[in-house]
């Protein structure tokens, strides 16, 4: 029938129609965007959207970033919004600090979260407190993003994930996205934040395409910065996760779902504030509790997460020890074997899952 | 002419508080101005530098007087409190060095920027807080500036960015407040202080590149009072011309124990900024009387007789006073009117800084963020919760 009401409507295309076999109109192929195209869009957009928006950190304009999350961004809006830096990371974030506090709202890029150690204090001590010590006169509309965690063989010092570091502090917000969505609803939440907001990205996501839904392709599409998504329903266990991991336990889930281990996952989106509620309601339901992340597990976020659950109305529904899988607790090995036994695993996951439910 | 008439008309308005020597004072005739030499600058990178002449009218003298004073007698003021426990924590004073800040502010306009360190209670007068509430804050009142959540260090008024705790820190921020003026093409500049002590800090080299590679309207100024805590700058300092520091920055040396000098240094930086030649550096050598804070005499890295010399010759009000005495710019009694306001100013501020009440209880949560609906904040334990408003 579709053919024949294309032969109506289009009566010059009718030959070339039938010659190119339009039987079965088939749904547009889904959009598949990476996290690196995401991030850039949302910063694209918001560009556009406010012109006290600007980028500023090393590489970020004419090598188009580190990582090519600001590719194309110089050449659309020059010098003046997209400034390349020195290789002074405490000297540009004060400066970036500094600009947000004389009204401008920029985004600072530390090619990783490791070299922000150089410039923690003025994230803390310049940005995060001031709103508090000024009681409201001086605000800070500042974004901290770039990679965070580990990534693959670059070893010790490049691998550390800051997640519990930057989530320690009052007056800052973290988020952490895991897929395409994620980041450029969090990105653009962000950048349009009044306060200083930190995005901890990983640069193993960044090359991985995730499906775009429509929603997200809109230029005022935000995730709300505090509120954590239940990626996966289930009703055995829920098992929460931040970033990368996300995935892996998405495949656990999978893998245990075979079994009839139904998991719930929750991604986090963000550190701090956190969505405890979130969790709460989700162990209510299904009595067990495992949190997953990449960082170190002493003052970890699954620390946190299990702490705030036994202060909660959750505890009393837990009928297992909440457990953590976390990073190992040593800095990153160089070798491939070590690193990989020194981050999560999908196995780790599993294990840790069916120990909780005692199987 | 004008200006004369309308400080008679001043005086006599408030003649019927007044006791009678201000009515005779005020059929004096005054100089309108006077023409004083300033000494010469230091000049590091610069062929020229600030005219070494200068023009005082009497009614900014008077004015400078009065702010000077006026930051010398909050900060002795605030001294007394320390010592009778009623501030707290830190407190770091600044009398001696009254002509930095006043000076700075005669040379620039209240639409320009300025951040400084934690010795900041004279810049947060000059750029525009009351004296009440400067003393309310170091009190910890809900009167203060920042309604006692902030304290000594941390205070800010428009275009004032505080009051920086972390020595150093704010000096990026400084040169990024100025990016901020060169990227809204307003014209403004920023100062941006720091002491002889932080300016070996790293951070500060990081600026002065960055400031200079994209010609930001900074003027970086170095407040040599010659002791950084208990080191003086010839144990801190390889090189202790903090005007040359900046390297492939322009510098200048300036007295800073001489108000007119100061403004003079400081109209003469802004005009370099703002013609678009990128930053520039000036070193004001100065003094302070106080040690570095409260918890210290001040007596143990430096001699009495030390204080004691730069007190008789170099006081920066004494040196306005007889500068305005002796051309006719003011008369002693004149100056001394000044002096009873100003102490009844300094005296009524400090009743209303001890007697305000300290900020409620249930204020502790607010102001973690900015523009956000109000939330709760963890206290000591799990059940103290409290309330965060914006």
Not at chain 2, 182 to 200: F, I, R, S
Not at chain 2, 208 to 233: D, H, Q
Not at chain 2, 368 to 387: C, D, H, L, M, T
Request: net charge neutral.
């Amino acid at each position: 029938m579709a053919v024949v009401s294309a032969l109506v409507r289009r009566p010059l295309e009718q030959v070339s129609g039938l010659l190119r076999r339009r039987f079965h109109r088939t749904a547009p192929a889904a959009l598949q965007v990476t996290v690196r195209d995401a991030i850039n869009q949302g910063m694209d957009e918001e560009l556009e959207r406010d012109e006290k928006v600007f980028l500023l950190g090393e590489e970020v304009a004419q090598y188009d970033g580190a990582y090519k999350v600001s590719r194309g961004l110089w050449k659309k809006y020059g010098d003046k919004r997209i400034i390349d830096t020195p290789i002074s990371e405490m000297g540009f974030a004060g400066i970036a600090v500094g600009a947000a506090m004389a009204g401008l709202r920029p985004i600072c890029e530390f090619m990783t979260f490791n070299f922000s150690m150089q410039a923690i204090d003025q994230v803390i001590n310049s940005a995060a407190k001031t709103y508090y010590m000024s009681a409201g006169l001086q605000s800070v509309p500042i974004v901290f993003r770039g990679p965070n965690g580990a990534s693959a063989g670059v070893a010790a010092q490049h691998s550390q994930c800051f997640a519990a570091w930057y989530g320690h502090c009052p007056g800052l917000k973290v988020v952490s996205p895991w897929n395409a969505e994620d980041a450029k609803g969090l990105i653009k939440s962000a950048i349009r934040d009044n306060n200083p907001v930190v995005m901890l990205e990983n640069e193993l996501m960044y090359g991985v395409a995730f499906e775009f839904p429509p929603e997200a392709q809109s230029k005022d599409f935000l995730i709300p910065i505090g509120k954590a998504k239940i990626e996966r329903q289930g009703t055995h266990i829920t098992v929460v996760a931040h970033s990368r991991p996300v995935g892996h336990c998405l495949e656990a889930a999978t893998v245990l779902s075979k079994e009839g281990i139904e998991c719930e996952v929750i991604n986090l989106r963000t550190i701090r504030p956190m969505d405890v509620e979130t969790i709460e309601a989700s162990v209510m339901k299904t009595n067990h509790l495992v949190t997953v992340e990449g960082g170190w597990p002493q003052f970890g976020v699954g620390a946190e997460i299990c702490a705030r659950i036994m202060e909660g109305p959750a505890f009393n529904f837990l009928d297992a020890p909440a457990v953590r899988v976390t990073g190992a607790d040593v800095p990153m090995p160089y070798a491939k074997i070590l690193e990989d036994n020194s981050v999560p695993q999908v196995k780790d996951i599993i294990f840790a899952i069916k120990k909780t439910l005692n199987i | 002419m004008r200006k004369m008439l309308a400080a008679v008309s001043r005086v006599l308005s408030g003649a019927a508080q007044k006791p009678a020597s201000r009515v005779l004072v005020a059929s004096r005739n005054f100089a309108n101005d006077a023409t004083f030499e300033i000494k010469k600058c230091d000049l590091h990178r610069l062929e020229e530098g600030p005219p070494v002449t200068t023009v005082l009218t009497r009614e900014d003298g008077l004015r400078y007087y009065r702010m000077m004073q006026t930051v010398r007698r909050m900060e002795l003021k605030a001294d007394q409190l320390y010592k009778q426990k009623i501030i707290r924590g830190f407190c770091h004073l600044c009398d001696g060095q009254e002509a930095c800040c006043v000076g700075m502010e005669a040379g620039i306009n209240p639409t320009d920027h300025l951040i400084t360190a934690y010795r900041a209670h004279g810049f947060t007068f000059t750029r525009g807080l009351s004296v009440r509430e400067i003393l309310a804050e170091l009190t910890g009142r809900r009167g203060g500036c920042a309604k006692g959540k902030g304290g000594s260090m941390h205070m800010y008024a428009k275009n004032f960015y505080g009051g920086n705790g972390i020595v150093g820190a704010q000096v990026p921020l400084g040169a990024g407040i100025a990016l901020a003026c060169k990227y809204n093409g307003k014209d403004e500049v920023c100062l941006t202080l720091y002491g002889d002590g932080a300016a070996n800090q790293g951070q500060i080299f990081e600026a002065y590149n960055m400031a200079a590679l994209w010609k930001l309207p900074c003027i970086f100024i170095c407040e040599n009072n010659r002791y950084g805590m208990g080191t003086s700058v010839e144990r801190a300092a390889a090189s202790t011309d903090y005007y040359k520091r900046g390297d492939f920055i322009p510098g200048l040396r300036v007295d800073g124990m001489d108000v007119l000098c100061v403004r003079e240094a400081t109209k003469f930086a802004a005009a370099h900024c703002r013609a678009g030649k990128g930053p520039i550096l000036m070193e004001l050598q100065t003094y302070r009387y106080h040690g570095h804070s409260m918890s210290d005499p001040g007596v143990s890295y430096r001699t009495r007789e030390e204080i004691q010399e730069v007190r008789s010759k170099s006081d920066p009000i004494m040196l306005l006073k007889d500068r305005m005495v002796n051309s006719n710019l003011a008369s002693v009694e004149e100056l001394k009117e000044i002096d009873v306001e100003v102490r009844k100013e300094i005296e009524d501020a400090a009743q209303f800084a001890t007697a305000d009440p300290e900020p409620p209880l249930e204020e502790l949560g607010y102001h973690i963020y900015s523009n956000e609906p109000p939330f709760e904040v963890r206290g000591a334990n799990q059940w103290i919760k409290f309330k965060s408003i914006s």
